[in-house]
């Protein structure tokens, strides 16, 4: 091998490793740098407990055996346990909800910004489907679910599940982060707090004004 060669395969396993890494994935929606210590927190507001003192009872959860309450406007409940709730999550980037559906229910249009999610049905049928991004075409993918079916939501694209039968459905799903967060297509868009100018939302999605204003009373 010429001294050429050699000094471009070290060039590159020097290189490489670099090239590939990449930030940590954020567990919060932002986290603004200040410069003094004083005003500052634990970035991603979690702090570990001293190892010694670490029990069972940090890893541990009672109640998804427990139904959620459906009678809502879209017919479904999530129960979620993250590391909100199940402290020994904390830096093992996995979480877990159940999601109960009343006949005709839904878990509407909505994302995780930090997380991939796979579902899979432990009781009825369930409709579901995800849109990939601009760049894609937004494509649909939809398939229809029954008992010990698998579907996966890649992370960050906007996805749903809709009951379309008189019975209930129950579904569990796992999502690769302690605190994948969500963000709801409706409520973020016609309940965002303050409202956005109805006339943006109006050229946005091709409706009347004062359609986008009734909408906005909804949520």
Do not use: W
């Amino acid at each position: 091998m010429g001294i050429r060669s050699f000094f471009s395969l070290f060039l590159l396993s020097v290189t490489i490793p670099y090239a590939m890494a990449s930030d940590p994935s954020p567990l919060q929606d932002f986290c603004v740098a200040v410069n003094d210590p004083a005003n500052a927190v634990f970035v991603n507001g979690k702090i570990c407990k001293d190892p010694k003192l670490v029990t069972p009872e940090d890893f541990f959860k009672a109640g998804f055996n427990n139904a959620g309450n459906t009678n809502n406007r879209v017919g479904s409940n999530v129960t979620a346990f993250n590391v909100g709730n199940l402290a020994g999550l904390n830096t093992l980037g996995i979480s877990l909800v159940r999601i109960d559906y009343a006949p005709f229910g839904q878990n509407p249009p909505h994302t995780h910004p930090r997380a991939t999610e796979v579902l899979v049905v432990q009781e009825g049928t369930l409709y579901v489907g995800f849109v990939s991004s601009n760049g894609d075409g937004n494509r649909l993918f939809t398939k229809t679910l029954n008992t010990g079916d698998v579907f996966v939501f890649p992370e960050g694209l906007i996805h749903f599940q809709f009951n379309p039968t008189h019975s209930k459905a129950v579904a569990f799903a796992a999502l690769s982060s302690q605190n994948p967060g969500v963000i709801t297509i409706a409520n973020s868009v016609f309940g965002s707090k303050p409202a956005i100018d109805p006339i943006v939302l109006s050229k946005a999605f091709q409706l009347d004004v004062n359609v986008v204003k009734n909408l906005q009373t909804k949520f």
